[in-house]
């Protein structure tokens, strides 16, 4: 495994099927809490400046667009659309976006883990990419099926990651030491340590008040 660690310049977050249409079967994971982490990685991606590659199925197929609260997110970002299925290195498209961004590290989200997330990363491995999983942004129609898929990327080579762990590499990077990026990720996207740290500060002040 290599310890180097990820930062915004050797890594690209990909993006893999958060279509709106699969968004009801999903029951590995708290459908909000699991559309709050793929946000969550979009932006981290956005704000740290690393490699970013969306992709989704065709928008007139039943998988439908893109959640829009990840849209919102992306902004302006190319979303690349696959006519071809599961794994998206298949897609000439695809890989060149890939290809360009010039990082060899990718970091895979998507739906399903055992469908597109699984047989994307197995391509990445194939085409010579080191290869990340990120389970939190990632779901499937079961835990089963999820856990079970998770397993075999892992038995495979891919390193399972969470998109909170990585916002967390990416500000070790030393030119973001005093960069408020991951604070303000965790105002938007964490708001159970972002009370927790409100509720610290208010019994310092108080105590100071106190004294």
Known sequence: MNLEPLSPDNATVV???H?????????SHDLREHVNNVAGL????????????????????????LYPELLA??????VIERATAFDAFLDPAFRAAVEAT???RLLIGGIATDGC???T?????????ETYVVADATASTSKEAHDTAIQRMVLSGVVPVTW????????????????????????????????????????????RSAS
């Open 15 to 17: 993006l893999v099927d």
């Open 19 to 27: 279509a709106v249409g699969f968004a009801n079967l999903l029951r």
């Open 42 to 65: 979009a932006k981290t991606a956005k704000l740290y400046g690393a490699g970013l590659v969306v992709t989704n199925g065709e928008p007139a197929k039943p998988s439908g667009p």
């Open 73 to 78: 997110v992306l902004g302006d970002q190319p």
């Open 102 to 104: 010039g990082r060899r």
């Open 117 to 119: 997330v699984l047989q």
């Open 121 to 129: 990363a197995l391509g990445a491995l194939r085409a010579g990419y």
């Open 164 to 207: 909170w762990s990585i916002a967390a590499e990416f500000q070790l990077e030393p030119r973001f030491a005093d960069s408020p990026i991951r604070t303000r990720l965790m105002s938007e996207f964490q708001p159970a340590m972002t009370m927790s740290g409100r509720t610290f500060f208010a019994g310092v002040a108080q105590g």
